[in-house]
């Protein structure tokens, strides 16, 4: 695989990750009398900063305590302005230099950034976010599941 599909590959696993969040976060957010905000509309696009209050909401309800990774992520605006970031290009624009009618460029201009130091907070993104999703299932599980 070429380094050049790396940057298109991550926003996609950041997308997926926060969708996972909010999935498996609404039905624990049932059960604690709160219903979700987020509609199906929210996940029909690929705006990432439409996710951010419905990731906020699930964070507010698991322990978040042991997930932070200090000095990158060590609050939820951490996360949101990494998030902010990436979703102000557009979504197909790492994926197609020019969009698919070959009309206009999707990258900005002069646009230069390190690939490695994209991959490397995206890294630690992703694997907060692993950890949260991972954190909000466990948490749906105890809750809704009898001990045995």
């Keep these: 695989m070429s380094r050049d599909n790396y940057p298109f590959l991550y926003r996609q696993a950041l997308e997926l990750y926060l969708k996972t969040v909010i999935v498996w976060g609404q039905p624990l957010q049932y059960l604690r009398g709160r219903p979700p905000k987020q509609g199906e509309q929210t996940f029909k696009g690929h705006n990432l900063a439409k996710l951010l209050p419905g990731v906020k909401e699930i964070f507010g309800l698991i322990d978040c305590s042991s997930i932070w990774s200090a000095p990158t992520f060590q609050s939820f605006a951490d996360i ?16 197609y230099p ?5 009309s206009r460029e999707l990258l ?21 976010l692993d950890a ?14 009898p001990p045995s």
């Design 80 to 95: 949101g302005r990494v998030v902010q970031a990436v979703n102000e290009l557009p979504h197909d624009a790492f994926r």
């Design 98 to 102: 020019i969009d698919r009618a070959g």
């Design 108 to 128: 900005p201009c002069g646009l230069c950034f390190s690939v490695l130091v994209f991959a490397e907070k995206l890294d630690g993104l992703l694997d907060l």
């Design 132 to 145: 949260a999703a991972t954190r909000t299932w466990d948490t749906l599980q105890r809750e809704t599941i």
